[in-house]
């Protein structure tokens, strides 16, 4: 059978590197190459790591179209153990689409306390899409919601991937912020971006950007009126957040997602599907699932990688884990 290697993406500290070896089988076993693959793992060749991958048929393809928008990994290689007699491995590189809609810069270059990491933010909006019902729609069709953006980092990764991209965030200051960025980004970048603003009666303001088929609409609000600050937009296909950090009781976190759970169920595009972080270090997952399956008509997605996206961020983040909730068939979706 085929075998393959992928780099796990560079990084610029260990613990981004440990972060990117932890997410990266997981966000292969959720991706279109885990119905064509038999089993990976991480090896070590020349003091780089890698996922192997082993295939029941080329990957070329696949590689192609997808590997490119993957967060966790880089380069492919199909790997040969020896050619012509000569023992390896033997890597040869695949030739992969890794085309951004937006000059890389745009995700990287805003810098803000409290900013969670692009390979991550990268890695919920894939895993999202590849458990919802538009798997296999290209992201040039899709809308992201963030209702809880704060600085836009999730926005600003959607439009890399080629998605319209919502956010909602309760500080005007911060939205503000992310709108006043992305303008004097389009401005140096020399990128023809239409912009108008807009005061949602009652309710709160919003900035939208528009450049050719593509759309940003960064809004200030309460994250349980998304539907209302974003009147006027298309429901959005996936959504993505990251919930607050350094919250000392679960009381607040619980308040947030009974309120807004319900919300965001009810404007989702059916066969949509919704994936959020929190600090699970007082959190715990069980206590995080019974609530979500209490607030709304979503289900938790649970077996296999689904279950093992736990991991430890810094200090005083010691474990942060990810639920992926979705309407396929109606319920529970379990994998093995």
């Given at each position: 059978?085929?075998?393959?290697?992928?780099?796990?993406?560079?990084?610029?500290?260990?613990?981004?590197?440990?972060?990117?070896?932890?997410?990266?089988?997981?966000?292969?076993?959720?991706?279109?190459?885990?119905?064509?693959?038999?089993?990976?793992?991480?090896?070590?060749?020349?003091?780089?790591?890698?996922?192997?991958?082993?295939?029941?048929?080329?990957?070329?393809?696949?590689?192609?179209?997808?590997?490119?928008?993957?967060?966790?990994?880089?380069?492919?290689?199909?790997?040969?153990?020896?050619?012509?007699?000569?023992?390896?491995?033997?890597?040869?590189?695949?030739?992969?689409?890794?085309?951004?809609?937006?000059?890389?810069?745009?995700?990287?270059?805003?810098?803000?306390?409290?900013?969670?990491?692009e390979l991550f933010t990268r890695f919920l909006?894939?895993?999202?899409?590849?458990?919802?019902?538009?798997?296999?729609?290209?992201?040039?069709?899709?809308?992201?919601?963030?209702?809880?953006?704060?600085?836009?980092?999730?926005?600003?990764?959607?439009?890399?991937?080629?998605?319209?991209?919502?956010?909602?965030?309760?500080?005007?200051?911060?939205?503000?912020?992310?709108?006043?960025?992305?303008?004097?980004?389009?401005?140096?970048?020399?990128?023809?971006?239409?912009?108008?603003?807009?005061?949602?009666?009652?309710?709160?303001?919003?900035?939208?950007?528009?450049r050719g088929t593509q759309t940003l609409v960064?809004?200030?609000?309460?994250?349980?009126?998304?539907?209302?600050?974003?009147?006027?937009?298309?429901?959005?296909?996936?959504?993505?957040?990251?919930?607050?950090?350094?919250?000392?009781?679960?009381?607040?976190?619980?308040?947030?997602?009974?309120?807004?759970?319900?919300?965001?169920?009810?404007?989702?595009?059916?066969?949509?599907?919704?994936?959020?972080?929190?600090?699970?270090?007082?959190?715990?997952?069980?206590?995080?699932?019974?609530?979500?399956?209490?607030?709304?008509?979503?289900?938790?997605?649970?077996?296999?990688?689904?279950?093992?996206?736990?991991?430890?961020?810094?200090?005083?983040?010691?474990?942060?884990?990810?639920?992926?909730?979705?309407?396929?068939?109606?319920?529970?979706?379990?994998?093995?």
């Open positions: 059978m085929p075998t393959y290697l992928t780099q796990i993406a560079p990084q610029r500290s260990t613990q981004y590197g440990a972060l990117a070896e932890h997410l990266a089988p997981i966000e292969l076993a959720l991706s279109p190459f885990a119905e064509r693959t038999s089993a990976s793992e991480l090896v070590t060749l020349g003091g780089q790591r890698y996922l192997r991958v082993t295939s029941a048929a080329p990957l070329d393809e696949l590689v192609r179209a997808h590997a490119g928008r993957l967060a966790a990994t880089r380069a492919w290689f199909e790997s040969r153990d020896e050619v012509g007699g000569e023992a390896g491995p033997w890597l040869r590189p695949l030739e992969i689409n890794a085309v951004s809609a937006w000059p890389e810069e745009l995700v990287s270059a805003r810098r803000y306390k409290g900013k969670t990491n909006c894939n895993i999202v899409r590849h458990s919802s019902a538009y798997a296999n729609t290209l992201w040039g069709e899709l809308r992201v919601l963030d209702p809880l953006a704060g600085g836009g980092t999730t926005l600003f990764t959607a439009l890399s991937l080629g998605a319209d991209a919502y956010g909602v965030e309760k500080s005007l200051e911060d939205v503000q912020g992310t709108a006043a960025f992305f303008r004097q980004f389009c401005r140096e970048a020399d990128i023809d971006c239409d912009e108008r603003e807009e005061r949602m009666k009652g309710i709160g303001r919003r900035w939208r950007f528009t960064a809004a200030a609000g309460d994250a349980a009126d998304a539907a209302k600050l974003l009147n006027g937009m298309k429901r959005p296909h996936l959504i993505v957040t990251d919930l607050p950090y350094g919250v000392q009781h679960n009381g607040p976190l619980l308040e947030l997602l009974a309120s807004a759970l319900p919300a965001w169920e009810a404007w989702l595009e059916p066969g949509g599907a919704v994936a959020f972080s929190w600090d699970a270090t007082r959190f715990a997952r069980e206590q995080m699932v019974a609530h979500v399956e209490r607030c709304c008509g979503l289900r938790v997605r649970r077996g296999g990688p689904y279950d093992a996206m736990a991991h430890a961020v810094d200090r005083v983040i010691k474990k942060r884990d990810v639920v992926v909730i979705d309407q396929a068939n109606g319920g529970t979706r379990t994998m093995v």
